[in-house]
């Protein structure tokens, strides 16, 4: 697999976190009981910042997710504050580095819990029970760590049940209990936590849904594992550098150098999605952007485009089909990238169309609406393009193109879009809060800038239109996507701040695309 872009920040996951730190320990000599330490330290502060006054309690399982939430115990009790620390296990069957920390508390692992407080100060360290909570301004879940996946099972789910009943905020270790760190899948009950402390570098499942909704504010804690281990991760976060790779306007330019998008689509009714892309298009940077409607519409279209050129295709009652496909691909001798279904309608002629054009073309293209319908379960016909492709569904869109059920798009994302990435040999931009741009070869790149003003309807024609304006500048399509998709997050946001969450329509989201890339250029800049 080929690494990460530069403009990725890694996330990787438990197995490549294991490596790591594997590596951390056995080349470079770090003992784990001092990354342990660390990773402590870090999730004390975060507590004390999310409760700076009252009780503290801390649940631990044996593993090392319970280590890191036994040193926290210690070093917050050192601070002044009253500690509980509620063990899910025997203290015997802790084993290795917990068990240590658990010693440092005061308590043999060989010799039960203890009947009274050792010594005036200590922490109060029992058996969890739920009622234990009762009373504590903050509780830390350091039940399960990265490595476990599935539904918890016994006391782990007894004690996750307790602490999202607790009613206080919840600072996770590492990753929420009951969150998948590799691909945020929830099987079961998992923690909601208000902040997650995690240790070395983010997870994907802290990013990706539904894991991402149970994750809280999150917080990267530096545990002193050196630069250069030879584990590269597969997924990262879009950071605002994938911008700088999208060229600008140079001076010498024309409106020709700047790149040419085509958008087909509209039919009757349906206007409005391709006027959408087009606008996006040219407020994304593309110098000359061509509409390819039907004839009957033409009227319509030039109504609504007054920067935008419009060519009529041969139609039948509104709708584009068949018979355009010729004059479709031969729009597209010149170069450029075409943008194709927006508006384009379901009638079998016009899906004909999309995916008889969308074999032929020989320019970069985008797959949106029912240019995506037009392939359901036709992936393969996808595969066989020889210019660059990426499809951008939404998670009931992407169940068509797999012919799996939507809810379980929704609770495997990531796998959903590595899988049609892989099957399309496209990349694969699978659209929500948590928007994951997957490449055919397994490399994901994760969005993080949340925008709820986006979900509204035409702002996925927005984004066809800013990918499609990227892709006719040359830009690598895994590249391309990435940038086009932090754009539009930051565009939602600022059309957000100027007219209200609630009041945000498409329109503004394509009024902002100018000031968003300006706004992350200057942040990439810093």
Partial sequence: MTALPSWADPLPDAQAMRATDAWAIEDRGIPSLE??????????????DAAPEGVVAIVCGKGNNGGDGLVAGRLLREAGREVRVLLLAEPGDLQGDPAENLVRLGVRPDGGFPTAVQSPGDPVIEAFAPERLAGATVVVDAILGTGSAGAPRGRALEAIEALNAAGVPVVAADTPSGVDASTGAVEGVAV?????????????????APGKAHAGSVEVIDIGIPPGAPVEAAAGLITPAAVEEVPRRDA????????HVLVCGGSHGLTGAPTLAAHAAARAGAGYVTLLIPASLEATFELKTLEVMSRAMPEQDGHLGPE?????????????????????????????LAREAARRAEVALVLDADGLNAHAGRLGEVAARGAPTVLTPHAGELARLLDVDSGAVAAQRLHHARAAARDAGAVVVLKADDTIVAAPDGRAAVNAISAPALATAGTGDVLTGVVAAYLAKGVEPFTAAAAAVVVHAR?????????????VIAGDVIAQLG??????DATSAI
Avoid: C, N, W
């Fill in 192 to 208: 909601g936590a208000t902040a997650t402390a995690t240790f070395a570098a983010a997870k994907p499942g802290l990013y990706i």
């Fill in 324 to 352: 355009a496909v010729d004059a479709v691909l031969g729009a597209t001798a010149r170069g450029g990238a075409l943008a194709l279904g927006p508006g384009l309608g379901r009638d079998e002629g016009a899906l004909t």
């Fill in 252 to 259: 010498p330019g024309t409106k020709f150098t700047s790149g």
């Fill in 491 to 503: 565009a939602g946001q600022l059309a957000a701040a100027a007219h209200g969450p609630e009041a």
């Fill in 515 to 520: 000031h968003a890339r300006a706004d992350l």
């Fill in 35 to 48: 990354l342990m330490e660390r990773a402590g330290r870090g999730l004390a502060r975060v507590v004390a």
